[in-house]
C-alpha cells in the first residue's frame, strides 16, 4: 500500500476510534439533573434502616434536591429493602411526581416528606416509620424522653400527632397536602413527631443525620420502656446534659454512617 493510503487509513482509524470513545463517554455521562451520590445514598439509607429495625416492608425515605429546594427525591412505591436508584423520582412541595413511568405508584403518604420540606428549609432529609415500639409512646400520653447519650437529640421534646384532631375520624394516613401541613405544623422545630396509631416522622439537614436519629429514636424507646417497667424512678438527661451530648456526637455520625453502608453494600 503506497505510504499516503496508509498514512489516510491510519488517520480514518484513529478519527473513528476518538468517536466511538466521546460516544461512550457520553453514554455513561451522568445525567446532571440526577445527584447521582446523593441518590446512591438515599437507597443506602432505605436498606440501613430495615437492617436496624425500623423499617419492614413500609416506611420510605427522602431527601431535598440539592439543585431545586422546592423539589426532593423519594422512591416510587416500594418495599425499602427493594429500592434501587431507578426507583427514585422527584417530588414537588404539593406531592407530584416528574417523569414518572406509567406503571409506577407512588407513596400515598409522601405529602408527610412534602409539607416538612414546605415548612421547614433546614430539613433536607425525612424518615417516615412504623417502628413498633414507638407505637406506645404515641398513644400512652408518656412522653419519649432521652435516656441516654445516644438520643441526645430528643432532649428538645418529642410531640405526638393527632390525626383525628386535624381531620376527625380517617384511615390514620397522611395522604393530602393539608394533612401533610397539619402534621408539620405539630413536629414545629423538633427532630421527631410521633403519630398517634401510626408510627413518626424523623428529620434532618443530611441523610446521614434522619438515619442515625431514627435509629436511636427506635433505640431509646425500647430502653425508656424497659426502665420503666423497672421501676417508678427514671433518671433521663437533663436539658443542659441533651444539649452537650447532642454536640458531641454530631462529630461522630460518620462513624455509624460508614458502618452501616457496609453492612448493606451489595443488598
Do not use: C
Request: aromatic share 6%; charged share 20%.
Amino acid at each position: 500500500m503506497p505510504l499516503l493510503a496508509r498514512r489516510s487509513l491510519m488517520l480514518q482509524t484513529a478519527l473513528a476510534a476518538a468517536s466511538m470513545s466521546v460516544d461512550k463517554l457520553l453514554a455513561q455521562a451522568p445525567d446532571t439533573g440526577r445527584p447521582a451520590k446523593l441518590l446512591e445514598d438515599l437507597v443506602a439509607a432505605n436498606k440501613i434502616l430495615v437492617d436496624q429495625g425500623v423499617l419492614d416492608g413500609y416506611g420510605h425515605v427522602s431527601v431535598r434536591s440539592p439543585a431545586a429546594p422546592d423539589r426532593f427525591w423519594m422512591s416510587r412505591s416500594l418495599a425499602p429493602e427493594l429500592v434501587t436508584v431507578a426507583d427514585l423520582l422527584e417530588h414537588d412541595l404539593d406531592g407530584n411526581a416528574r417523569d414518572t413511568p406509567k406503571e409506577a405508584k407512588l407513596f400515598l403518604e409522601r405529602f408527610i416528606h412534602a409539607g416538612i420540606y414546605r415548612a421547614r428549609a433546614d430539613v433536607n432529609a425525612v424518615v417516615h416509620n412504623h417502628a413498633p415500639s414507638l407505637i406506645p409512646f404515641g398513644a400512652t400520653g408518656v412522653p419519649l424522653r432521652p435516656l441516654y447519650h445516644m438520643s441526645a437529640f430528643l432532649g428538645s421534646g418529642v410531640p405526638v400527632f393527632d390525626i383525628r384532631t386535624a381531620a376527625g375520624a380517617t384511615d390514620m394516613l397522611v395522604k393530602t397536602p393539608e394533612l401533610g401541613a397539619a402534621l408539620a405544623k405539630t413536629l414545629g422545630s423538633h427532630l421527631v413527631v410521633l403519630m398517634r396509631g401510626h408510627g413518626a416522622a424523623v428529620v434532618g439537614p443530611s441523610i446521614p443525620h434522619a438515619v442515625f436519629r431514627s435509629v436511636y429514636t427506635e433505640v431509646n424507646a425500647r430502653l425508656q420502656a424497659q426502665a420503666m417497667a423497672l421501676g417508678r424512678k427514671v433518671t433521663y438527661l437533663d436539658a443542659e446534659e441533651a444539649r452537650l451530648a447532642a454536640a458531641a456526637m454530631e462529630g461522630t455520625l460518620s462513624r455509624p454512617w460508614e458502618l452501616w453502608k457496609r453492612k448493606v453494600a451489595g443488598k
